[in-house]
């Protein structure tokens, strides 16, 4: 019996492990699926908002900071499903990641078809939700990712290539929280993790370009010393 084929979706691969990744895109590749990578946690975490990834297969081992790190910092501003990838197979462990925001988790050394059927569970699950496309409308605001541009009641918007981003990321993830670091570090780069001014005098910009009032927003909301979270309709 051959299993359902899947819906392509973009998938993001965080594993240190070439040989992992090369057999993960092949399969993935095979099933239909765009899939992009990272070796390291930070890099896994500033390719998730920057691809706006369907699903993430997570390892748990990364040189730079541990999975479950990884996966707490994602949920601070995604709700994108997350498949685990691990040698613990301890019990603890599993619930542990599952309530840090996993979907589900698969142990190594595992089985492609077994790993190939919860990733296409996750993305029925995911059907019913509003899909991240490569253009968004949000009330009378349009942007595009694609051609990188912006229209606000049919009208352009010019924007900075860092605003368009800023934007992007803030829209990508609307009614979800961004943090203040990880807006500069995903727009800027991490020495700009601690510029809170920095992206202060970006949003305000922002903000005057796409008529969004600070003090009664439409767009783009402040949660005071936290971040910022965009209208989600």
């Known amino acids: 019996m ?16 070439a040989p992992i990744r090369r057999f993960l895109r092949i399969a993935l590749e095979a099933e239909g699926h765009h899939v992009s990578e990272a070796a ?9 908002a920057l691809t706006t990834p369907e699903a993430i297969v997570l390892d748990l081992g990364l040189p ?3 999975g479950e790190a990884v996966l707490r910092e994602l949920r601070q501003w995604s709700a994108v499903p997350v498949l685990v990838l691990s040698v613990r197979a301890d019990e603890g462990g599993k619930v542990a ?20 059927a919860r990733l296409r569970g ?19 605001l349009t ?18 290539r860092k605003e368009f981003d800023l934007l ?33 005098v970006f949003i305000r910009q922002l903000r005057a370009k796409i008529g969004d009032d600070a003090g009664n927003p439409r767009y783009i909301f402040t949660e005071p010393g ?3 979270r965009f209208a989600s309709g």
């Not at 819906?7 to 240190?16: C, G, V």
């Not at 942007?143 to 900075?160: F, M, N, Q, S, Y």
């Not at 009614?175 to 993790?193: C, F, I, N, P, Y």
């Open 2 to 17: 051959t299993a359902p084929e899947a819906r392509p979706a973009r998938i993001l691969i965080i594993d240190d492990e």
């Open 40 to 48: 390291t946690g930070r890099a896994g975490i500033e390719a998730a």
């Open 226 to 228: 936290v971040g910022y």
């Open 97 to 116: 990641l599952l309530d840090a925001g996993a979907q589900d988790y698969v142990t190594k050394p595992f089985g492609i078809r077994e790993l190939l």
């Open 143 to 160: 942007i595009d990712a694609a051609a990188r541009t912006v229209t606000k009641a049919g009208e352009p918007v010019k924007l900075t």
């Open 64 to 66: 730079d900071m541990d």
């Open 168 to 200: 992007w990321l803030l829209a990508s993830n609307a009614g979800r929280l961004v943090t203040q670091s990880m807006a500069l570090e995903h727009v800027w780069g991490k020495a700009h993790a601690e510029d809170s001014q920095y992206l202060r």
């Open 122 to 140: 996750l993305l029925r699950d995911r059907a019913s939700e509003p899909a991240q496309g490569a253009a968004l409308t949000i009330a009378d």
